[in-house]
């Protein structure tokens, strides 16, 4: 059974970082299908970065610069770095794994940036 769980979220003052942390069982690392995801209150869940996949964008725009994504193989987790959070950061952050022909999902973590 595939399980999905995130972690390492929490209240974070502006310019501030994170690093969150997605733990993947049940299945073999698979950087390509991994990526994590945010959804802010009143918005849709949007793509905020991926392991590259040829040439594709892997970050969301709004992220460029300040996020890093990275994975450890023999840990089969990815991590999320988030560096100079702002007020928009604030969300729900979720990792995917896309695995048998379906998405799994953690349950989120949340990112707040307040003063």
């Known amino acids: 059974q595939v399980q999905v769980v995130e972690s390492g979220g929490g209240l974070v003052q502006p310019g501030g970082s994170l690093r969150l942390t997605c733990k993947v069982s049940?299945?073999?690392?698979?950087?390509?299908?991994m990526g994590w995801f945010r959804q802010a209150p009143g918005k849709e869940r949007e793509l905020v970065a991926r392991?590259?996949?040829?040439?594709?964008?892997n970050y969301a725009d709004s992220v460029k610069g300040r996020f890093i994504i990275s994975g450890d193989r023999a840990k089969n987790t990815a991590y999320l770095q988030m560096n100079n959070l702002t007020h928009e950061d604030t969300a729900v952050y979720y990792c995917?794994?896309?695995?048998?022909?379906?998405?799994?999902w953690g349950q989120g973590t949340q990112v707040t940036v307040s003063s």
């Open positions: 995917k794994r896309r695995a048998l022909g379906r998405d799994f």
């Open positions: 049940g299945i073999f690392f698979d950087a390509t299908a």
């Open positions: 392991f590259p996949i040829g040439t594709s964008t």
